[in-house]
């Protein structure tokens, strides 16, 4: 598949069949992932697969413990956002709404999906090691942007997911991850539900006269 052609159709999945994704499959996923350029080739990034039941009983503890601890999905900001930031986060809502079932509430969708992985078979835990300051964590965002577009060219769905890192103490624990690490991200993978009306809710992007300058 050329590049841009995937580029241009990628998009989040939310709804996933109930199909496996084979071990080899994700290696290949990851091996390809991690062509990825990283300061002074340091890789920093690192990975936990988890699949079938174990991600089922990880989903178990991390919707459990959002509903007790109410936390809610949000945009991580450390001041008001201008208006713009909050345009675009208006039309995402607008864009999911019409796709959600009568009398499911978008944060609910939202919250819950991202502790169930929206129903991925498979979900790949992204850490880096505290020996690193944040400016690495680059580095994990242009391996994740490699992984999502991989994936799509391998036929199957992606979902980053930033919540579950709220629930750093419960993953560790329940994958035996380090002390030392940091829980940076989670990825649902899966082969995407092409029935669902969920996976037909497609996010626009702001024009480039928005985000881009030239001098």
């Not at 991390?62 to 713009?84: D, F, T, W």
């Not at 009306?197 to 300058?213: G, L």
Request: with cysteine; aromatic share 6%.
């Amino acid at each position: 598949m050329e590049l841009e052609k995937v580029i241009n159709e990628r998009h989040s999945t939310r709804a996933f069949l109930d199909k496996p994704v084979p071990r080899e499959t994700i290696e290949k996923l990851l091996t390809l992932s991690t062509k990825a350029p990283s300061a002074i080739n340091l890789q920093p990034w690192e990975f936990t697969v988890v699949m079938g039941e174990e991600r089922i009983r990880l989903s178990k503890v991390l919707v459990k413990s959002m509903r007790e601890r109410n936390i809610s999905c949000g945009p991580g900001a450390v001041r008001p956002l201008p208006e713009y930031f909050m345009d675009r986060q208006r039309k995402l809502m607008d864009c999911i709404l019409p796709h959600l079932e009568k009398g499911i509430l978008f944060q609910d969708f939202i919250n819950e999906g991202s502790c169930n992985f929206y129903g991925a078979p498979a979900a790949i835990i992204v850490t880096i090691d505290q020996v690193f300051s944040n400016a690495r964590l680059v580095d994990l965002g242009i391996v994740i942007g490699y992984m999502v577009l991989t994936a799509h060219n391998m036929g199957l769905g992606t979902c980053p997911i930033g919540l579950i890192s709220a629930f750093a103490d419960e993953i560790k624990e329940m994958l035996n991850i380090a002390d030392e690490k940091d829980v940076v991200m989670g990825i649902g993978v899966g082969y995407p539900d092409p029935d669902s009306p969920i996976n037909q809710a497609i996010s626009d992007r702001a024009p480039i006269h928005e985000v881009a300058r030239f001098y």
